[in-house]
């Protein structure tokens, strides 16, 4: 076949194409490669996931071990059931504990596993059975004021008692 | 005669929606053609082979420029905004993700429209206007499947990578002006691009608008230049309308392309 | 003239809209001829032959080529059709993007499987027949007028038609040019022994070099007959068209609906 100088123009167009997906795929949206076959999946149940979306990161001591792939509302019960798909190479004791996290003041929510001291594994598909549910800056806010009252009142009645003591 | 001239605006605009849409009819037409006649095109694929590089190839400093240029206005403008709140630091994700779903398909589009369709469109159109079509045709060679097939296909092949290297020089634009001139940490700005960045979410989905882009810029080109009035005034009316029709279906496309996927 | 017709014209009628071009013309060429169309400007020359051609069909009356119908082809008959076909364009219409050398070739290469070197022998001979041996390398655009129409002959003949159409091959060509042309035409049309349709309104050089004229006036046949009985025709019409007067059975005014007088408002109310 003949070859002329367009053809390598235009193969050196199609090149950079390619080169620049790659880049997009790897470098820019870190595409890690790892198949299905090397991952599997936990449940963890919280009361309240505050701002935890899907794709969030799931990590342990600060490193990035999975990514929570699903969230759904138990109607039974009325949890919030969250799917960690996390990677093969990592495994969790039976009395691992999971908890949600902000990253920062107000930064993204994610999900942190704490490992326990349990002998044996989470199996795929197994349920974490210690949870703490998000901080909701309302609940955190009442939570302080109520006690705050608390505390005013309990001070109030102490001064009364010192008062009316001698 | 009052009222005439009342709803002679109304009549106008009536009688534009109905050729609008005349228009479309064939338009499609004209893509059931064009499929139709794409044989040739694949089977001897030196012809659009030839035409990628007058489509894509010749508009490969057009793109590395603007998407570089576009890139760097992303930093500086991006660092402004985000200094104030204090998050600097998601410039990277910032700049990537404009860049990945708008920016870089719908900018490319545009740039692919006024530099490759109007030059498609003028070319057929002067073809047809020196006779050079019908001579084809009376050669028994199929002008659609000789001419407007092999143009067709190199613009569907070249938009999307033109719209890729859009995005890698923005991103590249991006980074000159955070972490070259400004001194972000560049750690933080592709780690940051990285989280924020999902490979289907955001690049493939960007790619699959261009390829959308890419056969509807290539349509109106060649449609326009083949059914161009046969004179030097047709040619050049049918080139404005290449790059004005390209450019309100570029925008009107990417709102609904944008609708389904995010 | 003879019976054995190659192309032949059955009362047919063409028009766009209400506006008739041509109304049931009826004529024969026959094989191996060379016939020039004549008639003004605009009088529906060129639509003859597109009719030929099959890029129009014929609204009534039959347009047998070879015995077939040709306003009857389906698109496959059609370009098969055409392949057996050669036109010239007015103005050459060479492919502007392709050489000397590839608007020749075209033809040879859309049609066929020759190898290389085959094609490369036929489009040099058929450069030879024409006398531009040694333009293959040259873009249209650096051709002069006459010789861009040369090589548009030579692209016509790359596959040996049977029938050659002429679409005003004389115009806007020098008088050599124009004198070349038309012994190429006179000398392929003998040499391969094809029927050809000349369309032109250039009288003298036609004459010289056909085996049979057709007028055309106002959609109809207004006069025929070979060029010695053209030539000696006393039809006022024939007349004036061979020796160009400005006025007589044509005139010289267009068919304004209003008087002059009309015109400048001269009239009284």
Redesign the interface.
């Known amino acids: 076949m003949k070859r002329s100088i ?2 390598l ?2 193969g ?3 090149a ?2 390619l080169a ?2 790659t ?3 790897l ?5 890690t490669p790892q198949s299905d076959s090397n991952s599997y999946t936990l449940i963890a149940e919280f009361d309240n996931i505050g701002g935890l979306k899907v ?1 969030a ?1 799931v990590k342990s001591s600060g490193v990035v071990v999975g990514r929570v792939s699903n969230i759904e509302l138990d109607t039974k019960r009325y949890v919030a059931r969250a799917t960690l798909t996390l990677n093969g190479q990592y495994h969790f004791s039976r009395d691992t504990s999971a908890e949600i996290l902000t990253a920062g003041l107000l930064g993204e929510q994610y999900v942190g596993l704490v490992q326990g001291g349990d002998e044996e594994n989470l199996k795929p598909g197994d349920r974490v059975q210690l949870t703490s549910s998000a901080l909701v800056l309302e609940q955190l806010i009442g939570k302080f004021m109520t006690s705050f009252a608390e505390g005013n009142n309990k001070a109030a009645a102490d001064a009364a008692r010192a008062e009316t003591a001698p | 005669m009052m009222l005439d001239t009342l709803f002679a605006p109304l009549r106008k605009l009536g009688h534009s929606t109905i050729n609008a849409i005349w228009k479309l009819g064939v338009m499609s037409r004209f893509l059931l053609s064009i499929l139709t006649h794409s044989g040739q095109s694949l089977l001897r694929f030196q012809l659009t082979i030839r035409e990628v590089y007058f489509a894509g190839v010749l508009s490969l400093i057009i793109i590395v420029v603007s998407g570089l240029f576009v890139g760097m206005v992303l930093g500086l403008q991006g660092y402004n905004t985000l200094s104030r709140f204090g998050s600097a630091d998601a410039l990277g994700a910032l700049v990537a993700l404009s860049l990945l779903r708008e920016l870089g398909p719908v900018l490319a589009a545009l740039l692919f429209a006024s530099r490759s369709g109007s030059a498609m469109t003028a070319e057929i159109g002067l073809m047809k206007a020196t006779e050079q079509l019908e001579a084809m045709s009376v050669m028994a060679v199929d002008p659609v499947a000789r001419v407007v097939a092999p143009r067709f296909w190199a613009g569907v092949i070249s938009m999307p990578i033109l719209a890729a290297l859009f995005n890698v020089m923005g991103i590249f634009g991006g980074y000159l002006v955070g972490v070259v001139m400004i001194g972000l940490d560049e750690g933080t700005f592709w780690s940051q691009m990285q989280n924020n960045v999902d490979l289907h979410f955001d690049v493939v989905n960007g790619l699959i608008k261009s390829l959308f882009f890419g056969i509807a810029v290539t349509l109106i080109a060649v449609f326009e230049g083949f059914d161009a009035t046969p004179t030097a005034a047709g040619v050049s009316s049918a080139t404005t309308r290449t790059v004005v029709t390209s450019a309100l279906v570029i925008l009107a496309l990417d709102f609904v392309l944008t609708a389904f996927m995010f | 003239m003879q019976n054995d017709s190659f192309i032949e014209f059955k009362h047919v009628s063409f028009g766009y809209g209400d506006r008739l071009i041509l109304q049931d013309i009826s004529l024969k060429i026959g094989r191996g001829q060379l016939v020039a169309i004549m008639g003004g400007s605009g009088s529906g020359k060129t639509t003859l032959l597109r009719l030929i051609a099959g890029q129009i069909r014929a609204q009534q009356g039959q347009v047998l080529v070879d015995g077939r119908d040709v306003g009857r082809m389906n698109q496959r008959e059609l370009y098969q059709h055409r392949r057996r076909m050669g036109m010239l364009f007015q103005f050459g219409a060479l492919f502007t993007d392709l050489s000397v050398f590839d608007n020749v070739a075209f033809p040879i290469r859309e049609h066929t499987s020759l190898s290389t070197e085959m094609v490369r022998d036929l489009v040099l001979m058929k450069l030879h027949a024409v006398g531009l041996r040694g333009t293959e390398s040259l873009m249209p655009a650096e051709l002069s007028g006459g010789m861009a129409r040369r090589i548009a002959l030579a692209r016509a003949i790359a596959l040996d038609p049977q029938i050659m159409l002429y679409d005003e091959p004389f115009t806007g060509l020098d008088p050599i040019s124009l004198a070349t042309i038309a012994l190429l035409i006179k000398k392929l049309s003998d040499a391969l022994g094809t029927s050809a349709v000349m369309v032109t309104h250039d009288v003298h050089k036609s004459l010289e070099i056909v085996d049979y004229v057709y007028f055309i006036a106002g959609g109809k046949i207004a006069a025929a007959g070979t060029p010695d009985e053209v030539r000696a025709s006393d039809s006022p019409w024939v007349h004036q068209f061979v020796h160009g007067e400005a006025d007589g059975p044509v005139h010289f005014a267009y068919p304004a609906q209003q008087s002059l007088a009309g015109s400048f408002g001269l009239e009284g109310a």
């Open positions: 367009i053809d123009w235009v050196i167009f199609v950079i194409g620049s997906v880049f997009l795929a470098k820019v949206a870190n595409l794709k990161p």
